[in-house]
């Protein structure tokens, strides 16, 4: 029997009040891949992210490592080991970066491994550890960008869930901080749900792509299928 994919959306419809934003999605993210999803704005892409973490009024079917997630809270997604990075960073600018990283451990308790992931983060940032007792709001919108992801990882998660990380950065930084996400999905096996409004970026880091269109899947496959789609190339990519 083929193993179960750790993220399995099926018929997936989302509301803000009254308001249908998602329209029957369906899409798998296998373990160790990261799994893009694209579209212009207003398409539903931070939609399917919310709702993978029980943030906004959703039917259907949401699985996570074989655990149906609907009606379930925020809380217990997390502690299923999905770790979100939101658009607009969502750190907590009157904490320092250190405090902020703790923060994202705040569900473990093997303060051996947590100090050593924390250290991790350093490395893997160093400009963190250069401002690790900075107030986190007088940060660089790279910098936050970073501790987002720091403090996300800090859970130790299953599934990241990044949210435009590319989003307001210069493409120095945007560039560092795609090769380390790179990185941590090739040496860590940490699986990643990518939506990207730089179609360019997403599929030069993903495995596999859904492109949304007003709420619904209009294309799936590999990311190298979805970069030779003319109907991609000349909408999303300029070529």
């Known amino acids: 029997m083929a193993e179960a994919a750790l993220l399995e959306v099926r018929d997936l419809d989302a509301f803000y009040g009254p ?55 925020t809380e217990d997604v997390v502690r299923l080991g ?19 990283l703790r923060l994202g451990a705040h569900v473990r308790h093997d303060k051996a491994a947590v100090a050593a992931d ?58 560092e901080i795609f090769r380390i996400l790179r990185t941590i999905n090739e040496a860590e096996q940490v699986s990643m749900l990518l939506v990207e409004q730089n179609a360019r970026l997403a599929l030069d880091l993903a495995h596999d792509a859904y492109l949304l269109e007003t709420g619904r899947v209009q294309l799936a496959g590999s990311s190298a299928a979805l970069q030779a789609d003319e109907a991609v190339r000349k909408a999303y990519l300029g070529i």
């Open 118 to 175: 924390l250290q991790r983060a350093y490395e893997r940032f160093p400009r963190l550890a250069e401002r690790r007792r900075q107030q986190a709001g007088t940060l660089s919108g790279g910098e936050q960008q970073m501790l987002a992801i720091s403090r996300a990882l800090m859970l130790r998660p299953k599934l990241l869930l990044l949210d435009e990380p590319s989003f307001g950065l210069a493409p120095k930084i945007v560039a």
């Open 82 to 100: 999905v770790a979100h990075v939101p658009d607009g960073r969502g750190t907590f600018g009157a904490l320092s970066v250190e405090e902020n």
């Open 19 to 73: 308001t249908q934003v998602l329209h029957g999605v369906g899409f798998r993210l296998e373990r160790g891949r990261i799994t893009a999803i694209l579209g212009a704005n207003g398409a539903g892409k931070t939609t399917t992210l919310r709702a993978i973490c029980r943030m906004v009024r959703a039917s259907g079917s949401i699985r996570v490592d074989g655990q149906d997630v609907l009606g379930r809270s």
